[in-house]
């Protein structure tokens, strides 16, 4: 198993760029996520899906959309990129979304830089 | 909201020396207190975490302690190994929405 792999690494774009994020799971999670994490802060919830088909906002959503077409790939597009928008990004996903019973596992992270 | 602060940011032990990091918590309907570990160029991993119906955890090395009523838990970490080095986050549950809000990170080096 894979595991939750994410594409690409590291990813420089320009102001006003656009670009999906891709994350692909091979346990066959019903819920994914996906968080940034900036430097001082503590990963944060841009967007989650609780099951196929379906995606709720998190803490910070402003500026992204997401797509679960299909339950192993979760994507997180930008549609216009904003130097605001350099980050990390961590993809997760679990069997449910009872996030006190069932354990996130993470990929290794997308790197963004947004000039 | 729920607000989680974790302490210290970076912290630097001698091989075989104990460590611990604090989180206090906000919101006092959490229940669920998760830590993570994070190597370099690796994604997150779960290594502990304790519900609000117990007052400490115990894997091997690694522990956890909760105090509901100063809202804070910590992680201690036994007869530290270079390997124990990397950021390790804590998080709480938020009883609202069912999310994790997170620390922002203590960086721990272990030198041998």
């Known amino acids: 198993n894979a595991g939750v792999t994410q594409t690409p690494k590291f990813q420089v774009l320009k102001t006003g760029q656009s670009m999906t994020l891709q994350c692909a799971q091979d346990m066959n999670h019903n819920s994914m996520y996906w968080y940034r994490q900036d430097p001082g802060m503590g990963l944060r919830l841009i967007y989650y899906s609780a099951s196929e088909g379906t995606t709720d906002k998190g803490e910070v959503p402003d500026g992204y959309n997401v797509s679960r077409l299909k339950k192993q790939n979760f994507l997180l597009g930008l549609e216009s990129a904003a130097p605001s928008q350099t980050s990390v990004y961590f993809c997760a996903s679990s069997l449910t979304a009872d996030i006190s019973t069932d354990t996130q596992y993470f990929g290794p992270g997308t790197r963004l830089t947004v000039l | 909201g729920e607000n989680v602060e974790q302490h210290p940011s970076t912290l630097s032990v001698q091989e075989g020396d104990s460590a611990v990091i604090k989180c206090t918590y906000s919101?006092?309907?959490?229940?669920?207190f998760p830590w993570y570990k994070q190597e370099l160029g690796k994604g997150s991993q779960l290594i502990i975490d304790i519900r609000s119906n117990v007052g400490e955890k115990k894997d091997q090395r690694i522990a956890v302690t909760l105090n509901k009523t100063a809202k804070h838990f910590s992680l201690h970490i036994t007869e530290t190994q270079p390997e124990d080095s990397a950021v390790y986050f804590c998080a709480g549950r938020m009883e609202y929405g069912n999310k994790l809000v997170f620390g922002a990170g203590t960086i721990l080096r272990v030198k041998s």
């Open positions: 919101d006092s309907a959490s229940n669920y």
